[in-house]
C-alpha cells in the first residue's frame, strides 16, 4: 500500500515538468518539419480561417475612425458657427454705431451718447438704466431716443446713472400723429398687447391704413415733433366708440437696443405747473 502512495506523490510533483517536455518535444519536432506538405497545409488554412476575421476587425477600426473623424467635424461646425454668429452680431453692432454716429452728426439738438445697462421689460412698470447721469447733463423729464425712434424718458437720476421709463409701461402716454394724414391720438402701452403701442383719440373717419407711419406731435412737452415712433400695424373700429384703436409697431424694438441718446431739453415747467392744477 506504501508503494502506490509514493508512486503517486512523485507523479503529482513531476507531472507539470513532465507534460512542459512533452510540449517542447512536439514544438521541436514540428519545427523540424516545418516545410512538410501537410504543415504547410495547415498554416494556409490557418491563415484562411485567420484572414477573415482580421478583414473584420480591419472594418471595425475604419468604423471606429469614421466615428472619431465625424465627431471632429462636427465640433469643428460648432466652433465655426457661433464664430459666423459673432461676426454678424458684431457686423450687425457696427451698423447700429455707425446710424447713431451718423444721427448724432446730422442732429442739431444737444445729444449725450449713453449705454443701456439694464432692461426690466417683464411686468407692466417696466424700466431701463443707462449709464449717464446729472454730472453729464441728464435729468428728468429728458427723452431717450436712438437713430430709429422714441425709447422712453428719464424719470429718476443720480450722478453716473438714471432710470428710463420705457415706451413698454404702462404709465407711459406720448402725443402722437398719423405722419401721411397729420390726425393726432395719443400713444401709450396695453399690457395686454406686449409687442405693440396703442394710438387712439384719432376719429373713426380717419382713413388710417397698415404701414402709415406715427411720430410724435406738437403737443409734446417731452418729445420733439415729428420723431418716429413706429409703423401702423392694425386698425379697427370698435363698436360704441368714435376713435379708432390703432396698434402701432415701434420703430425701435427695445430688445435690441443698446446705446442710446439722451435728448438734452426739459419740459416747459409753466406748461407743467399749469396742466398740473385742477379745472373746476
Do not use: C
Request: hydrophobic share 45%; charged share 25%; net charge positive.
Amino acid at each position: 500500500m506504501l508503494l502506490p502512495v509514493l508512486q503517486y506523490r512523485l507523479w503529482d510533483r513531476i507531472q507539470d515538468w513532465v507534460y512542459l517536455a512533452v510540449a517542447l518535444a512536439i514544438s521541436l519536432v514540428t519545427m523540424s518539419q516545418r516545410n512538410e506538405p501537410a504543415l504547410r497545409g495547415l498554416r494556409a488554412a490557418s491563415l484562411a480561417a485567420t484572414s477573415g476575421v482580421e478583414a473584420r476587425l480591419s472594418g471595425v477600426g475604419r468604423y471606429v475612425r469614421a466615428l472619431d473623424e465625424n465627431e471632429r467635424l462636427r465640433q469643428e461646425a460648432i466652433t465655426l458657427a457661433t464664430e459666423a454668429a459673432r461676426a454678424r452680431e458684431a457686423a450687425a453692432e457696427n451698423d447700429r454705431l455707425r446710424a447713431l454716429l451718423g444721427f448724432r452728426d446730422s442732429s442739431a439738438a444737444a445729444l449725450v451718447p449713453v449705454r443701456i445697462v439694464a432692461k426690466g421689460l417683464g411686468g407692466e412698470r417696466n424700466l431701463l438704466t443707462i449709464d449717464g447721469g446729472t454730472m453729464r447733463g441728464v435729468h428728468d423729464g429728458m427723452p431717450l431716443i436712438d437713430e430709429r425712434g422714441i425709447l422712453g424718458r428719464v424719470v429718476l437720476t443720480s450722478d453716473h446713472y438714471a432710470r428710463v421709463m420705457p415706451y413698454l409701461n404702462t404709465n407711459f402716454r406720448v402725443v402722437a400723429k398719423v405722419r401721411e394724414l397729420g390726425a393726432d391720438g395719443i400713444v401709450g402701452w396695453d399690457i395686454k398687447r406686449p409687442s405693440v403701442l396703442t394710438m387712439q383719440e384719432v376719429g373713426r373717419t380717419e382713413q388710417v391704413r397698415r404701414g402709415m407711419h406715427i411720430v410724435t406731435g406738437f403737443g409734446s412737452d417731452v418729445f420733439p415733433a415729428g420723431f418716429p415712433i413706429g409703423t401702423v400695424d392694425s386698425v379697427a373700429a370698435e363698436s360704441g366708440r368714435n376713435d379708432l384703436t390703432i396698434l402701432v409697431r415701434p420703430a425701435a424694438p427695445l430688445a435690441n437696443a443698446s446705446f442710446a441718446f439722451v435728448l438734452t431739453v426739459l419740459p416747459n415747467p409753466e406748461r407743467t405747473a399749469l396742466e398740473a392744477k385742477p379745472v373746476d
